[in-house]
Structure formats: structure tokens, C-alpha cells
């Protein structure tokens, strides 16, 4: 298991992305594979370090990452901000967003559509959003 822990600043952004990748190159991914993959990881973490931490630099954002072999491998954002309701997301209409130019919205989609498998649960006073994704491996 591999595990990066920082503050919820959005600079840390970079380090997170930087941390991915290098985990993600040791796996034996593709690059294109692994490009997919930085751009959910790292939206997952915007959205938690922005809205619900507020980008306060004294609360803390961990990412896990695990390798499970075929069954793919597991990343685990973990945070102590406001909690996301997954249950209530609903997904954005593209027609609107482009008709109406407006800037956002689109994050959760996009990673949902990158990953096998997308969840947020609240469990002990901390939100965990825990994502899959299956490759066919280069190493």
C-alpha cells in the first residue's frame, strides 16, 4: 500500500499528481492509462481540498494507493471536511453547461467515466471516497 498525507491547500495538488504517477509508473500502467487515472484522482481531491475542506490549510487530505492484481487497483481518498452526499449527485446535462458556458460541474462525471467503480460513504467523522480501476498492465 502506498499512502500520501498533506494539507488541504490546493498547491498540494501538484504532489498529489506527482505521487500518483510515480505509484502508477511502478505498477506497469500505460501512459495514457495512467494520464486517465491522474485526472480522476486529482479531481476527486480538488473537489475535497475546495469544497469541503474550503482550502484550509490546517485540515488534511490522505490518498491510499493499493494494487489488487486482476481485480485492479484501489485508491482511497480520505478527509475530515464537510462529507459529500454521492446519493444526491445528479449527473450534469452536457447541452445545458455548453449553452449556458458555464465553468464546472462536470468533475464527477468525468471521474465516474474513468473509473470502474466511484464511491463516497461518511464513516467515524470522515469521508472516504473509494475508486477502482482495472488495466491491462505493461510490466
Known sequence: ???FKT????????EI??????VLTDIGLSEIDAH???LAVDEVCANLIIHSNKCNP???LEVFIEDHGLDGVLFEI???GVGFNYNNYKEPNLEEIIRKR???GLGIMLVKNIMDTVEFKN???KNICRMIKKFTKTK
Not at 494539507?7 to 501538484?14: G, Q, T, V, Y
Request: charged share 45%; with cysteine.
Open 1 to 3: 500500500m502506498h499512502q
Open 7 to 14: 494539507n488541504c491547500k490546493r498547491e498540494r495538488l501538484k
Open 17 to 22: 499528481r506527482h505521487f500518483v504517477a510515480e
Open 36 to 38: 486517465k487515472v491522474i
Open 58 to 60: 490546517s485540515e488534511c
Open 78 to 80: 480520505i478527509d475530515y
Open 102 to 104: 458555464k465553468k464546472g
Open 123 to 125: 464513516e467515524e467523522n
